[in-house]
C-alpha cells in the first residue's frame, strides 16, 4: 500500500534484553488469564521470583514460554502442579535454547502417563503416543482427527483420549472437517532425534513404513468404476463433488497422493511379489481411476516413474498401460 512505511528487523540481531522483556510481558499477561479462569489462585499468582524465572529458563525462545503457558492452562485445577513441573526442569546450561525446548517437550509427554499407571500400561500408552505422534509428524500433508483416526486404523476414541493431554503440542480444530497440526514444527525435529526425545524418540523411516503400510490398506479397497456410474465416458465435471467426496473420502484421497513418497521415505527397497507389487498388480488401475476423478493423473505418473528407481523387479509394464490410458 502507498504510504505506508515499514521496517524489518533481523531477529538474531535484537538484544537479549528486550526479548527477555517482551517474553515477560507474554507470561505475566498469560498466566494473569489463567489465574482469571482458576477462582481457587490469588490474582497475583504466581509472583514476580516465578516470573523471573520462568523468563530466564525460556532462554529468548517463545515457543519454549508459548508451549510452557497452554501447557499449564491446559492443566486446570492442576496448574500449580503443572507450573511447579517446568520449575522443577533442570536450571544447568542455562545458554542452550534446543536444551530448554527438549524440556518442555519432555515434561508435556511425561505428565500424559500418569504415575498411578501400572507398568504394562504405562509402555502401552508411552507405544500409542509414539506411534500416534510419529505418525502426524511424518504427514506429508495436515488432515482431520477422524481422517488420522481412519488412516491409521484406531479407533476414533483412543486417538481423542491419546491426544486430549497434548493441547501444548498440537493444535486440534473444534471443527472436526478442519486438519490438526503442530503448534510449532520444532516438534517435528525433536521427536525424530533420539537424543533429544529420549524414550520418547520415533524412528523417521519407520514412521513412514508405517504410513506407507496405512495408505496401501486404505488403497486395497478400491474398485473400478467406484462411483457405480456404469458411464466410462462420463466427465468428471458432470459428477458432484460430494459424490466424489463419498466414494474417495479424504484419508483415501491422501493414501492415493503421497503413499509413494513415504515409500521413498521408508528407505525400503521393492521386491518381487512384495506388498507393493501385490498392490499395483491388483489395483494399479484402481488406483489410477481414482486419481483420474482427484485430477491427479500426472501425479500417478510421477509416481509410478518414482517407483522404477525403487524397484527391483520391472514396473515398465505398469507405465505402459498408464501411457496406452492417459
Known sequence: ML???????????????IIDHDIRIFLQHNLKLIAQAQHFLRPEWPGEPVLQHLTQKACGLFIWVATACRFIR??????????DMILEQSSTAINEPEKHLNDIYITV????????????????LRFTLKSLLGSIVA???????????????????????????????LNIPEDPSRPLRLHHPSFREFLFKKRRSKEFWVDEKAAHQQLTDSCIRLMSSLQQDIYGLDAPGILITNVKKSQIEQSLPVEVQYACLYWTQHLQKSGIQLRDNGQVHQFLQEHF??????????????????????????????????????????
Open 3 to 17: 504510504g505506508v512505511k515499514h521496517q524489518d528487523f533481523v531477529l538474531h540481531n535484537i538484544s537479549l534484553s
Open 74 to 83: 491446559e492443566g486446570k485445577r492442576f496448574a500449580t502442579r503443572r507450573l
Open 285 to 326: 488401475l484402481h488406483w489410477l481411476e481414482a486419481l483420474g476423478w482427484m485430477r491427479k493423473v500426472p501425479e500417478g505418473v510421477r509416481a509410478v516413474a518414482s517407483l522404477e528407481s525403487l524397484a527391483s523387479v520391472s514396473i515398465l509394464l505398469l507405465r505402459r498401460k498408464i501411457l496406452l490410458i492417459a
Open 109 to 124: 509427554l511425561r505428565n500424559c502417563i500418569s504415575p498411578e499407571y501400572l507398568a504394562q500400561e504405562a509402555e502401552q
Open 139 to 169: 504427514l506429508l500433508s495436515p488432515l482431520p482427527v477422524q481422517a488420522i483416526s481412519k488412516l491409521l486404523n484406531t479407533s476414533q476414541d483412543e486417538v481423542d483420549q491419546t491426544f486430549d493431554d497434548l493441547h501444548a503440542i
